[in-house]
């Protein structure tokens, strides 16, 4: 097969070989691929074929190439949605995606060339054959209608889209404000004839005829209305409302408000100020209906009225038991385009969803989520629960833009309902290629968050994305990255996916000067699965952008540390900005403080290191500290030498520069020949002094007696050592005059991290490990440590049993023979 290599620019994608994603590279190169801990598929080769970018990355060691459906369907990319809460990471055992309130987070086109996806040295399974079938299958099905809708695939109106469960009731049209009902069109001469009679009266007109010609006004033709509000004598108009507007009555404040959305009168307009006053002035003096309709109308407005929507959650709070269930939907869409979450309502907003949620449509479950979700507004776990319980048994009658508004909810109440994650498997994949770049991203970003694993969600996301990445916005091609990195998958298109999301990347640099929390959130997503875009690094960690992450609203520089790192060791090549040593300190600092009042307190944590300590001999067996704090977990670190004995090394106040006293030993032809040749003459000087050193004289201090007869054997021969005790006083210089005698001082060894995992290490339900700690052990391995796991489902039903057990438990994890075979 001929291999068809179609280039592309991509900003510096670094890795040493220069390779092409065709099909006959990508069957050569699936064996060559490693994964640890994935779902038992079987390892097969990627027939497809399919075109992609040459991409050059540097190598890093190791590396071989080896949130309607109609509503979605029909999505804006300009649009703007709220911005979720930011995927951030805490001080703790795991990084958490973005979208979670509990934990803070959550991250110009060059030249072509990145640091390196590392690869471990295990094939990778690829993904099954059956799956790439059904995805490109369920592509196929939806490309026709995705190419009929392709003019509108990414015209979502963030404005209109979260209004359409107002479609579903009458009752609805008096409490909102519905921009697209069918009105009479005004002749141009009418208007005319209007806009003179105002110049001639010049503010003369009664209220009720200033009312009558606002709303004939405002039934112009569409294109007139802009021509309309820049002409003078409309503002004449405007003028004599506000000198009236005390005289109107409500239902003609109301009426003039309307038609002010009608012609898209600016939000910050006189005319507005006026009404704005005094609406707030007469709340008291409005029934609900009312209020909630001129609420909506600010919003379709877009002006910000904080005084007004204070007073009217204050009224809503004295009439709470009155409310209609289109009254309570409505009113808490309003707090969610408001971005407010009144406190005093919180308990009475559940105890509202509780009395109405079988009486919802679906629609509007969606809409009580996304304005709970807007508003963050905290829903205890009951509450979520019973919606997550509904949406489970009725998501395939229910639209994508109502299903991602509950998936967004899920995500930041951080409820784990395996039901509505089972279904969504089952329903979403089908849907995702009509879905727009936002609602995919909604969807993607509540698995990683939620730590939840859905292969067919994930290959369906990755199959459909490539088509539409120039519709991300920075922060969708940020998401989707973490989202992967996290989930630790790469697709079967993994070159196509990750290479237009790195190319989007570069387009959007612009945008993360303003929001520098994405940039770092898609550069960690990336580092998790060993990619390394060099020139995107090089301008993360500049002194600039650095500046800019300080005054971000999230806490972003472990992020940059975890990154930073993460370049040092598995790109030696790299060339670029580092972080200077000062801020490796202080969020050092931090991290270690976090650490010692945090993790390793936790229970599971110290019974492994007591009963280590008990097994090998004493506490400078064992070390409970973070070998690399930038990964912000701990680890147990113990060493073997290589006949599998433990060596001392946590020495608490090592003082090698000690003088020792001089005991007076003479140095005699015989000591020194049983020195040199120890108990065999075929051996190497070198050899005995490493086979004969006591773990105690390893670092020049005195030879310890051994806590188990386990370790008596572990002493070498007494003549020899007793000898060395005596003699090293006597040779002083003389050593230096002996090279042989100090080579090798340390015996080899293995340096051993074990990791006490727990279940935010996995995905939820699995043993899949998530991104960060995979990162984390490959930079282990990379450093020379060989990882072991006391793996939560192990380790923590063994600390209800014996101490016996839990030893025999450790020893036989410590003294694994595999362990020096493998470090050898």
Request: charge should be positive.
């Amino acid at each position: 097969m001929a291999t068809v290599l179609i280039c592309r620019r991509f900003p510096r994608l670094s890795r040493v070989t220069t390779f092409s994603t065709t099909a006959k590279c990508k069957a050569e190169s699936g064996s060559n691929k490693s994964k640890q801990k994935k779902e038992e598929n079987p390892e097969t080769a990627n027939t497809r074929t399919e075109s992609a970018a040459t991409i050059q990355l540097l190598n890093p060691l190791d590396y071989r190439v080896s949130y309607n459906p109609s509503a979605y369907a029909k999505s804006r990319a300009a649009s703007q949605q709220h911005t979720a809460r930011n995927s951030g990471q805490a001080l703790g055992d795991t990084f958490t995606s973005p979208g979670t309130a509990q934990v803070q987070h959550t991250f110009g086109t060059a030249s072509s060339q990145a640091l390196p996806p590392v690869r471990d040295a295990l094939p990778k399974p690829k993904s099954k054959p059956v799956l790439e079938q059904t995805v490109s299958a369920l592509l196929s099905v939806a490309q026709t209608k995705e190419e009929a809708e392709k003019g509108k695939t990414e015209m979502h109106n963030s404005k209109e889209d979260p209004r359409v469960f107002q479609k579903g009731r009458p009752e609805y049209r008096s409490l909102s404000y519905d921009k697209f009902e069918p009105i009479e069109t005004l002749p141009l001469e009418e208007s005319e004839s209007i806009l003179h009679s105002v110049a001639v009266c010049k503010g003369s007109q009664s209220p009720g005829t200033i009312t009558d010609y606002f709303c004939r006004l405002s039934r112009l033709p569409v294109e007139q209305h802009a021509v309309l509000v820049s002409e003078l004598r409309f503002n004449t108009l405007c003028h004599c409302a506000v000198k009236n507007i005390r005289l109107f009555s409500t239902s003609d404040l109301i009426d003039i408000l309307k038609a002010c959305v009608r012609l898209v009168v600016p939000p910050t307009h006189p005319l507005l100020n006026a009404c704005e006053n005094e609406f707030c002035r007469r709340v008291w003096d409005m029934n609900l209906d009312q209020l909630l309709l001129v609420a909506d109308c600010w919003r379709c407005l877009e002006r910000s009225v904080p005084s007004y929507l204070s007073i009217l959650f204050s009224y809503a709070n004295m009439h709470w038991k009155d409310l209609t269930l289109p009254q309570f939907v409505q009113l808490v869409y309003i707090i969610g385009e408001g971005r407010r979450s009144p406190v005093d309502l919180k308990q009475k907003m559940e105890s509202m969803i509780l009395k109405y949620l079988d009486s919802f449509t679906l629609e509007e479950v969606g809409a009580v989520c996304l304005g709970l979700f807007k508003s963050l507004s905290g829903i205890s776990d009951h509450i979520m629960r019973k919606i997550a319980d509904r949406v489970s048994l009725q998501m395939e009658d229910m639209s994508t833009y109502a299903l991602v508004n509950v998936l967004k909810m899920l995500r930041y109440t951080r409820m784990d309902h395996l039901p509505v994650m089972k279904k969504l498997g089952k329903v979403i994949p089908a849907r995702i290629p009509t879905v727009n770049i936002q609602g995919i991203m909604h969807i993607t970003l509540t698995c990683s968050s939620l730590h939840y694993f859905d292969e067919g969600i994930m290959a369906a996301v990755a199959m459909s994305l490539p088509s539409k990445v120039t519709y991300c916005r920075s922060k969708d091609a940020a998401k989707f990255l973490w989202s992967f990195g996290c989930l630790d998958y790469e697709p079967p298109n993994e070159e196509e996916f990750y290479s237009s999301l790195i190319e989007q990347m570069h387009r959007k640099l612009h945008e993360f000067r303003k929001f520098p929390e994405h940039l770092l959130t898609g550069l960690l997503g990336l580092a998790f699965v060993k990619r390394f875009p060099e020139e995107l690094i090089d301008y993360a960690l500049r002194d600039e952008f650095v500046q800019k992450t300080r005054s971000s609203k999230y806490e972003l520089k472990k992020d940059l540390f975890t990154l930073s790192k993460s370049v040092e060791i598995e790109c030696p090549s790299y060339q670029g900005n580092r972080l200077p040593p000062q801020l490796y300190e202080e969020v050092t600092k931090m991290v270690l403080n976090f650490a010692e009042q945090e993790i390793y307190v936790r229970p599971e944590i110290v019974e492994a290191v007591s009963l280590l300590q008990s097994m090998l001999g004493g506490p400078e067996y064992v070390k409970n500290h973070m070998i690399l704090p930038h990964t912000r977990s701990s680890d147990l670190e113990v060493h073997l030498a290589m006949d599998g004995h433990p060596i001392p090394f946590n020495l608490k106040d090592p003082i090698p520069d000690r003088k020792l006293k001089d005991i007076g030993v003479s140095l005699t032809d015989d000591l020194m020949t049983q020195l040199i040749k120890g108990r065999s003459n075929n051996q190497s000087p070198v050899e005995v002094e490493n086979a004969d050193r006591t773990p105690g004289q390893e670092r020049g201090e005195e030879a310890r007696t051994p806590r188990t007869g386990d370790r008596a054997a572990f002493s070498g021969a007494p003549l020899i050592a007793d000898a060395r005790l005596q003699l090293e006083p006597k040779l002083g210089r003389c050593l230096e005059a002996l090279p042989s005698l100090t080579l090798n001082r340390q015996p080899q060894r293995v340096k051993l991290a074990i990791q006490v995992s727990n279940r935010n290490h996995y995905c939820y339900c699995s043993k899949r490990l998530l991104g960060l700690h995979c990162l984390k052990r490959r930079q282990l391995r990379q450093l020379g440590y060989v990882v072991v796991e006391l793996p939560f489902w192990e380790w923590f039903p063994l600390l209800k049993h014996t101490r016996l057990e839990k030893l025999s438990y450790l020893h036989y994890k410590v003294f694994d023979p595999a362990l020096l075979s493998r470090a050898g």
